[in-house]
């Protein structure tokens, strides 16, 4: 085995190498470069893919870090969750200008993703810190019953390793470090990073800050590992080592139902939490759609070609009834994307697939479809002009294929004649991330059952507003029935997430001074418990 | 179609028929009965599986109640709950001695099950009716951030009609309207009960209870039907049925992990809360042993042949360190073996299960067994004797096969010589619903290690006591890592149980009129909240 190199470097000089604990990966794997998409040229410098061995090596040394992440203390779970957001804060404008190269978005995006990303982390840290998400319970005895009742206490415990699969399209907020791994983080339990090839080198740079802080904290080296690849062997080999127990992935439904279908079958199954976007329908009720079509025109363009549309939660179905007002807003719509200068896509497939996906939907009948004034740029770059395309609700559900996710600057308005035909389309709907509503008051009195309706078919409902822009929150869920995700009973993004990664242990008469802290008579942290079914921050009273 | 029969009968008058929402199932499917274990003879009625268009009626009918049920009030489910419970009394004495002749177990044993039954009801009604299991969570809006904050607030909902398999040794706690499918209700699920073929009769008895305040309070047909099946197909369907929405089930590995595999192969996969059983490793620690050794032995004995060994909760595995008080402790229980009157096994498959495994064993080298007096009982009954093993440590680690549930009233005992071989035993354990350490506080001092370990294995870490009778309480876990349950992260009973048949959803910037009442300004039900990140049952203070 050839010596192994450190992985500190100077903040700019990318390596291209693995992060496996505190070593660099070997030479000798297959290699990959990053494309610039404003250019379609390749990028310095060569990444090299980890092979089987360092895959194993990297869970080996997630394995042994385990346990003593997972009872590490609460104030070392918080000080690393800020150590990393302090760090990549420090080398912000080398990693929004590789992240800028290798995606080819805006730099405003990226300094709100980073500032966002680091939130985050913040947040997660406060979340740790303050203690009550363990959800501690305590049911206390009583030997008094005729049988007697066992004093019981629980609370979430870690999994254990956990596999993260970097996202494309949010290199920073759903990558590296982004939620997934500071859910699984702060949950106590080691990451693995399968690293995504079209941004390896601002993964690099974040995931040299992170084993920074592994190190300079004196973690354990197994906290965290980074790893390359330019295919899927590296992936398939991490969901389906015996010591992984969970996976995190955003990304396509072929790729994450690929993922899940991998861990089904395991020897010994392990839950996959696959976000796996969704075309979030909007539904524009008649009042609001007479009173402020042209807001609401504005506001769909905005959201539609935002990050070039290559969001999880892009409106890419708008639900309008058939009047004067609809056809004017269509018309509307239709006008902005025809002056619309092009969006850059973020890799050569997502373009292939999307101008794929618009020109199928050409054939479709009853489709009217408008695009940017300048066709299609061939330029080497891959830019592509905005789509807006119109049909109506007979058509939307005789056609499938309109309900599946187009990933890129496009969005379908159908209209309806009539409440029972909405309706009908709200509950034939698969699972989204999103749905959203435009209303008056006395429209969502009217289509109560429509809210209804999608209430089972979303995880989030937007009402008077637009889906892209996700709160990292305490309430927020970002998640929904399958295909938007694996598992509807989780979300991805605000602290809930962190629920994904944990399971619950329970006690039974263990003497007090052996019971982990937040279970402890005294309440060291003070933390919130359900004592006996009461919510409360005292001390367990002992019985008299 | 024929016509379909009413289900209103006589309390004790078996129908032999499935229920399906207010009918009875038809005539025309396979046919199957009930035996007597202490005779091995068929009981009468001849019972009916149904047919595949029953399963997707059921199916049809638990769609169309999953809306209105969904929204129903809390005191409604609770009234339902509670409903369930006074029914069953009512009609204790029929289904105690129908149970009793289904399944052998003694009128005692029946007792405290229907009361645990009971129990379990009214405290899931308790929980529905407080309401603050809904995790209400409001993050208040801010106009005035730079990007402006919308308001997101998210509680938890039902996933839609759940699928229960009955169990084969729980005829009550685990079976028609037991804990599996309480919860799924308390959720605002409905269910439909495939009922466990060796106690169809209790099942029909309970299931009528269960129909007739469906029907009595005016409550959707469809929230719940109970299906009997004499093979696989019905399950199958079930499973497969593209509106469940989710399973629970209590048996056997093999069983459960087919339902897994099913449900993952879906077009849309669901979650399957399997609980499967496992062995339940025992540690006595060494000062335990040499101070109470005989008392021990005494609990020890208690816990293995509880309803014939027949819990998923019994102590499988007892390993004690290799001293004179544990070749004590072996010749006392050993003794206490060879005095012991036959249990009655629940079925003859779990009668043959039981010999085979017993007698397979017999050939291990190292390996000593120790039977009841009389050999195997040759009656026609399923009476089996107690069974003692003991072995070392370094046999049990090599015989892997010695780690698998041996399903009756049986127990081994591993003597090892020193901490790092237990240490060993212990860290190569796969998951278990609990592990159980007697120990003094000097024991637990010296294996914090251990007991650090034993709690990545399982689901209850229970301290010088019995991992036999599950505490249904707030705190209480009856779940562990896979192969003990599908899904490590949930549990199978007490009012944690709940959260298994829900999902968040969010609602973003929604009209305080149109919220859930959970998530409204004022909190109408005065239910504990977390409010921008602080827990609380306040109303929302509007900003200034």
Redesign the interface.
């Known amino acids: 085995m050839p010596t192994m190199e450190t992985t500190q470097r100077s903040a700019t000089e990318l390596t291209g190498r693995s992060i496996i604990g505190f070593s660099s990966g070997n030479s000798g794997g297959a290699t990959f470069r990053a494309f610039d998409p404003q250019t379609g040229k390749p990028c310095e410098p060569e990444f090299t893919s980890a092979s089987v061995n360092e895959v194993n090596r990297a869970v080996e040394l997630a394995v042994a870090a385990a346990?003593q992440w997972?009872?590490s203390s609460r104030e070392v779970r918080a000080e690393f969750l800020r150590a990393v957001a302090a760090g990549l804060e420090k080398i912000a404008s080398t990693v929004i200008e590789r992240a800028k190269l290798e995606t080819g978005l805006p730099e405003g995006r990226f300094k709100?993703e980073l500032a966002r990303t680091c939130g985050q982390m913040r947040l997660f840290a406060?979340?740790v810190q303050?203690g009550?998400w363990v959800s501690a319970?305590?049911?206390r005895a009583d030997p008094k019953r005729t049988?007697p009742?066992?004093d019981?206490?629980?609370m979430l415990?870690p999994?254990?390793p956990v596999a993260i699969f970097g996202a494309s399209n949010f290199p920073l907020a759903f990558s590296v470090g982004g939620g997934d791994s500071v859910s699984a983080w702060a949950a106590g339990n080691p990451v693995i990073v399968k690293a995504h090839p079209a941004h390896p080198g601002t993964g690099e740079l974040v995931g040299r800050v992170i084993s920074d802080a592994v190190r300079s904290l004196g973690l354990p080296e197994g906290l965290f590992s980074l790893l390359f690849d330019s295919g899927i062997a590296v992936g398939q080999a991490l969901v389906k080592h015996p010591d992984v127990k969970a996976v995190g992935f955003t990304g396509s439904l072929a790729g994450g139902r690929a993922l899940?279908?991998l861990a089904?079958?395991r020897p010994?199954?392990?839950?996959v939490f696959a976000e796996m976007g969704s075309i979030n329908p909007v539904f524009i009720l008649p009042r609001a759609l007479q009173e402020r079509g042209e807001h609401i025109v504005a506001g769909l363009y905005g959201s539609f070609t935002l990050g070039g549309g290559q969001f999880c939660t892009k409106p890419g179905v708008v639900f309008v009834p058939k009047t004067g007002a609809s056809e004017e807003l269509a018309r509307k719509l239709g006008e902005r994307v025809a002056e619309a200068s092009p969006f850059t896509l973020l890799t050569a497939g997502i373009r292939t697939a999307f101008v794929h996906g618009r020109d199928e939907r050409k054939s479709t009948g009853n489709l009217r479809i408008t695009v940017g004034k300048n066709g299609d740029p061939d330029d080497g770059s891959y830019r592509v002009n905005p789509v807006v395309m119109e049909t109506n609700a007979e058509t939307f559900l005789a056609n499938v294929e309109l309900s599946e996710e187009l990933f890129g600057p496009a969005t379908l308005l159908v209209s309806h004649s009539n409440k029972a035909q909405v309706l009908e389309a709200a509950s034939k709907l698969?699972?989204h991330l999103t749905a959203t509503v435009h209303g008056t008051?006395e429209d969502?009195s009217e289509f109560?059952d429509l809210?209804?309706v999608l209430?089972?078919k979303?995880?989030?409902?937007?009402?008077?507003?637009y889906p892209t822009?996700v709160?990292v929150?305490?309430?927020?869920?970002h998640?929904g029935?399958?295909?938007a995700t694996?598992?509807?009973?989780?979300?991805s993004v605000g602290?809930?997430a962190i629920l994904r990664f944990?399971?619950?242990?329970?006690?039974?008469?263990?003497?007090n001074?052996?019971l982990p802290a937040e279970l402890k008579d005294e309440n060291p942290f003070r933390i919130?418990r359900?004592i006996?079914?009461e919510?409360t921050r005292d001390a367990v009273a002992r019985p008299a």
Chains 1, 2 share one sequence.
Not at 486 to 491: A, C, H, K, P
């Open positions: 346990p997972a009872s709100s406060d979340v303050e009550s319970r305590i049911d049988l009742k066992p019981i206490r629980s415990i999994l254990g899940m279908d089904a079958a010994e199954p392990i839950p698969k699972g008051e969502f109560a809210i209804s209430q089972t979303v995880g989030r409902l937007v009402f008077n507003g822009g709160e929150s305490h309430a927020m869920v998640g029935p399958y295909p694996s598992d509807g009973r989780s979300t602290t809930q944990c399971r619950p242990v329970c006690f039974q008469d263990c003497p001074e052996f919130w359900m006996d079914g919510m």
